[in-house]
């Protein structure tokens, strides 16, 4: 089973709204990953979780927020968005952690169905 | 210099007919993974094959094959018998091993659209 669910499906948020982003996988994979994508666009990495740590932070801003709690769970919490956040984002799971040598297939990243933000 | 290309934005193939999805790398690591992806129009994007730099033979996964040539740093997707739900955006992508950040490198994407 290679599933990573995201909920929701759809957000619809305001400027001033404070909302959260949820990925889950039961994979036992041990990276993580957050991605932003703009229509027509191939996705942008935002963050990478290894171990339950961050490990990886590409240069976002500060009102999107990421959070491990644990192993199979990825939150990502957004504050006060602008318009040009709205985005599809999607989230990855794969069995290696980043960093170190590549081990081939055993790197490949799975995706979640996305969230769909809209930022009003 | 853009690590993946992939030159064709759109694609047209008749139900029932193979078509090749083109893909270029630029990489100066000897190990390396490359990856193809599918991603209708629903957004998930879906896994569908993988290369290592170091596999002797061409991958491939029911319908789906990719045409390696590891001199031209091209590596082609190859799909057999289109069918209607094999209209999607296709993107390639590029992991770099000796160490670093687990990045998948994109390529822009082409979108497959199948004619009945």
């Known amino acids: 089973d290679t599933e990573v669910t995201q909920t929701p499906k759809h957000l619809v948020m305001g400027m001033t709204n404070k909302k959260s982003l949820k990925c889950e996988q039961h994979?036992?994979?041990?990276?993580m990953y957050w991605y932003k994508q703009k229509a027509k666009k191939p996705p942008e990495l935002m963050f990478v979780y290894s171990y339950e740590k961050l490990s990886i932070n590409e240069s976002v801003p500060s009102r999107f927020s990421p959070e491990c709690p644990n192993s199979s769970l990825l939150n990502l919490h957004l504050h006060a968005l602008q318009p040009e956040d709205s985005a599809l984002y999607l989230c990855?799971?794969?069995?290696?952690?980043?960093?170190?040598?590549?081990?081939?297939?055993?790197?490949?990243?799975?995706f979640g169905p996305g969230t769909r933000l809209t930022v009003l | 210099a853009q690590k993946i290309t992939q030159t064709q934005p759109g694609m047209f193939v008749q139900e029932k007919e193979a078509v090749t999805l083109d893909c270029t790398y630029d990489t100066s690591d000897p190990s390396y993974g490359l990856f193809w992806y599918k991603q209708p129009s629903s957004g998930e994007m879906i896994f569908l094959i993988y290369q290592g730099s170091y596999d002797q033979q061409n991958a491939t996964e029911g319908r789906y094959s990719l045409n390696f040539q590891k001199a031209r740093k091209s590596a082609n997707l190859v799909i057999s018998a289109s069918q209607l739900g094999d209209s999607a955006m296709y993107f390639c992508a590029m992991r770099e091993g000796g160490g670093g950040a687990n990045n998948l490198f994109f390529g822009t994407g082409t979108r497959l659209t199948v004619i009945p």
């Open positions: 994979m036992g994979h041990r990276a």
């Open positions: 990855a799971s794969s069995p290696w952690s980043s960093g170190g040598l590549f081990r081939g297939s055993t790197d490949t990243q799975y």
